[in-house]
């Protein structure tokens, strides 16, 4: 699917980027559509980078499909889209669906649960969320408190520079560290829904 890519700062660490295409089929073609999105995906699977992908139809006929793709880095991103496999695949599309794909991109706290533009029925609930997010930081501010211990001359800092770096030292951590491994751990826990 077709997408202008934004351009990763090249003094910023690589963030795993979850992107998210909607799009709707030609009435009478939406087999022969499903059947181009899974050879995408499988396509996918031969490029650096790719983390994985889910194929979500519609909830109601002649609604938009989604496909989730989610890439190790914006540049490894880029690198699928400009490949040859991409843009024939996107040719032959034209044939089965309908205008030109939406697109929604991802990074950092925003996709910790993705995906995020779903059926409501695909949504993780807040409970389980919730249980998810605490296993992830209750690990990861242990190990930060015991590490600052360590550290006298941390401890007698102002408290807001303190806690400044306390709090960066976590979102860090669990954004690009704990929670993009958790989530993938905990997927069919999350949302049975989207297994498979």
Do not use: C
Not at 154 to 177: Q, Y
Request: hydrophobic share 45%.
């Amino acid at each position: 699917m077709n997408a202008p890519t934004q351009s990763a700062s090249a003094n910023s660490t690589p963030a795993r980027v979850t992107r998210i295409a909607r799009r709707r089929a030609r009435p009478g073609h939406e087999a022969e559509y499903e059947v181009m999105l899974r050879e995408m995906l499988a396509k996918m699977r031969a490029f650096k980078g790719f983390l994985g992908g889910d194929l979500i139809p519609p909830e109601t006929p002649g609604e938009d499909y989604q496909l989730v793709v989610r890439f190790a880095s914006e540049s490894e991103l880029q690198t699928w889209d400009m490949s040859d496999a991409r843009l024939e695949l996107l040719e032959r599309m034209k044939e089965v669906a309908e205008g030109e794909p939406e697109f929604r991109k991802l990074s950092g706290l925003e996709a910790w649960f993705e995906p995020a533009v779903v059926p409501a029925s695909m949504h993780p609930p807040r409970a389980k969320m919730a249980v998810v997010t605490w296993m992830g930081i209750f690990p990861v501010v242990s190990f930060y408190l015991w590490l600052v211990s360590l550290w006298p001359g941390f401890v007698e800092l102002p408290f807001l520079p303190r806690t400044a770096v306390f709090t960066a030292l976590i979102v860090a951590t669990m954004t690009w560290v704990v929670m993009p491994r958790l989530t993938r751990l905990m997927r069919g826990w999350l949302n049975p829904a989207a297994k498979g």
